[in-house]
């Protein structure tokens, strides 16, 4: 399994995934225009900007959203339900059929029993706050990865115009929901980026806190030991993925810092989410001002300055265009 579902199915069982099947909506043209120069206007007027990102700005990189209507949990709840479905439907069969058949007359043989299988087939220590957001290491390990749970895929555009935002301080920070590393793959510097969720590619030392962003999926969940160890001097701390489950806490360090960066400025871009995970979706009501930019609505719609309802992709090559920025 790869991609967003290998992330997923690692993840416990959880009930409350929230809500899932949104559908979603598009600005017309005429009206997508007007919201993309109002766009530009507010970035530019703006001395400190944050961009807060989710799952949409990833899926035109073959990775799935969760909660869109081909979402990992919106197909999950859809699967589900049809398997509610049929097991009624065969129970109420199964009952009409018992009444219409008659008792064998010269056997006690019991007839053939029917069976449905009803079994769910779906597979489903915290670290020390000690690490600074800029010690991260790029290697490759040297133990083979332990499998290809999340595939490598190229950053999108979304991605690329972020990073080059950020180069040119056109964006002061980065807030991002995401565990797939694409950030980090386009260039935006760890000491920018608060990851809020964990992220697949990247382990961590228990002992020092220095971070490696490797070259495959690290696995596992929960601050789980990865079988590496730390390569820093002296050190030899036991390394850990950083992936969230449903209960973890959030990296202290990191979302301390989103919270601070969105006190501080006077826009946030919530790009690709549908502010429903707790408590980062509520990171840009911090904020002066902030944008959405997502196809489904969100919780916060009516508070926002803005909400384009349009492919994230194009409302930032759109925005580039008129920074006058090349990707």
Same mark, same amino acid.
Not at 16 to 35: A, H, I, Q
């Given at each position: 399994m790869s991609g967003s579902g290998g992330?997923?199915?690692?993840?416990?069982?959880?009930?409350?995934?929230? +809500? $899932?099947?949104? *559908?979603?909506?598009?600005?017309?043209?005429?009206? /997508?225009?007007?919201?993309?120069?109002?766009?530009?206007?507010l970035l530019v007027s703006s001395k400190s900007v944050v961009v807060l990102t989710g799952a949409g700005i990833s899926t035109s990189a073959g990775i799935p959203d969760f909660r869109g209507p081909k979402g990992i949990w919106t197909l999950e709840e859809k699967a589900k339900a049809e398997k509610k479905r049929a097991k009624r439907k065969k129970g109420s069969s199964s009952k009409a059929d018992a009444k219409k058949q008659k008792t064998p007359a010269a056997s006690d043989e019991p007839g053939s029993l029917v069976t449905v299988d009803t079994t769910d087939d779906s597979s489903t220590s915290p670290l020390p706050s000690t690490a600074t957001a800029t010690t991260i290491a790029t290697t490759a390990a040297t133990t083979p990865p332990p499998s290809?749970?999340?595939? +490598? $895929?190229?950053? *999108?555009?979304?991605?690329?115009?972020?990073?080059? /935002?950020?180069?040119?301080?056109?964006?002061?920070?980065?807030?991002?929901?995401?565990?797939?590393?694409?950030h980090l793959r386009s260039g935006v510097p760890r000491n920018k980026l608060s990851i809020l969720h964990?992220?697949?590619?990247?382990?961590?030392?228990?002992?020092?806190g220095y971070e490696y962003f490797r070259g495959f999926?690290?696995?596992?969940?929960?601050?789980r030991k990865t079988g590496r160890t730390c390569e820093q001097p002296g050190c030899?701390?036991?390394?850990?993925?950083?992936i969230l489950d449903w209960e973890d806490e959030l990296p202290e360090e990191d979302f301390g810092l989103a919270e601070d960066k969105c006190d501080e400025a006077d826009l946030v871009l919530a790009l690709g989410t549908s502010l429903r995970i707790i408590p980062a979706g509520q990171l840009p009501l911090r904020a002066k001002k902030f944008v959405v930019v997502n196809l489904q609505k969100t919780p916060y719609d009516d508070k926002a300055e803005l909400v384009i309802a349009a492919k994230v992709d194009e409302v930032m090559n759109d925005l580039c265009s008129r920074l006058n920025v090349t990707l």
């Open positions: 992330y997923a199915a690692r993840l416990s069982e959880y009930k409350n995934k929230g +809500v $899932v099947g949104l *559908t979603e909506r598009f600005d017309s043209s005429r009206v /997508l225009e007007s919201k993309l120069d109002r766009l530009h206007k290809d749970l999340f595939q +490598v $895929v190229p950053p *999108t555009p979304t991605h690329m115009a972020l990073a080059k /935002l950020v180069q040119l301080n056109h964006i002061d920070y980065i807030i991002t929901q995401n565990v797939d590393g694409l964990g992220d697949c590619f990247t382990e961590k030392c228990e002992k020092c999926d690290i696995g596992g969940v929960s601050f030899e701390g036991a390394l850990r993925d950083t």
